[in-house]
């Protein structure tokens, strides 16, 4: 007999199936990854990898390099990631001197110890809330939380429960849930979820308008029947 419901795992092997290994277009290194996020805006794959495509070109991403730079060349670098470069090259050079001033130039090895305390620190440069956080633990190698792409966290219940939770924190909160219970908590299973779900729900399930007739999970997705 057919199955109507499949488990996380299941889901995630069918997406890999249609769509392929999946590689992070991002640096994993904490302190590279918070230079890219300020890259683009509004931040995206395809907006943050133009700008750091320029940072990386034409200023450097040492902490000494960026705040050398004068912010005019910085804005400028930083202006084919999208909008307000002149506020991402100031966060940029803010990032810049707490890393060299009270990070000793190595936010990572700083980022030990209980996991609220890191959780702290990495919220508390700008940008950066629990989902931005979570994937930097992820990404890093620092702890396998069960991260879920922040513009993709109704993927999951959408399959499994037909809808998603309407409020965005309670949604995040569900999806995590669902990857904590069925995807084993190592770093590989969870980048992989991580990238397929976000790869999905840029794709094919998008909030608004998903593309459910060419959908790899169609036959038993919840939202469908
Ligand atoms: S069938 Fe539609 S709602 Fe379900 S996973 Fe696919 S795109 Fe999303």
Redesign the pocket.
């Known amino acids: 007999m057919r199955k109507t419901r499949l488990t996380v795992p299941e889901i995630l092997n069918q997406l890999e199936a249609f769509y392929g290994k999946q590689e992070a277009c991002w640096p994993s290194d904490p302190y590279l990854f918070l230079l890219w996020w300020y890259c683009g805006y509004p931040a995206s794959d395809a907006s943050c990898s133009k700008g750091w495509k320029e940072l990386t070109g034409r200023i450097g991403t040492d902490p000494d390099a960026i705040l050398a730079a004068h912010p005019t060349k910085l804005t400028a670098a930083l202006k084919p990631g999208g909008m307000l470069p002149e506020l991402r090259a100031e966060r940029m050079k803010e990032v810049a001197a707490r890393i060299k001033n009270e990070f000793d130039g190595d936010l990572l090895a700083s980022l030990a110890g209980p996991i609220t305390k890191v959780r702290k620190v990495l919220k508390s440069f700008p940008s950066i809330a629990d989902p931005g956080a979570d994937r930097i633990l992820l990404f890093a190698g620092i702890q396998p939380v069960a991260a879920v792409p922040s513009n993709c966290t109704g993927?999951l219940e959408?399959?499994q429960k037909g809808h998603e939770e309407k409020n965005y924190h309670a949604s995040y909160r569900e999806a995590q849930r669902m990857i904590d219970s069925e995807v084993p908590a190592t770093f590989d299973a969870r980048i992989r979820a991580y990238l397929l779900l976000k790869r999905?729900g840029e794709e094919?399930?998008k909030r608004t308008k998903?593309?459910?007739e060419i959908?790899p999970?169609?036959a038993v997705?919840a939202?469908?029947k």
Do not use: E, N
């Open positions: 993927v959408r399959i999905h094919l399930c998903p593309k459910c959908c999970v169609r997705c939202f469908v």
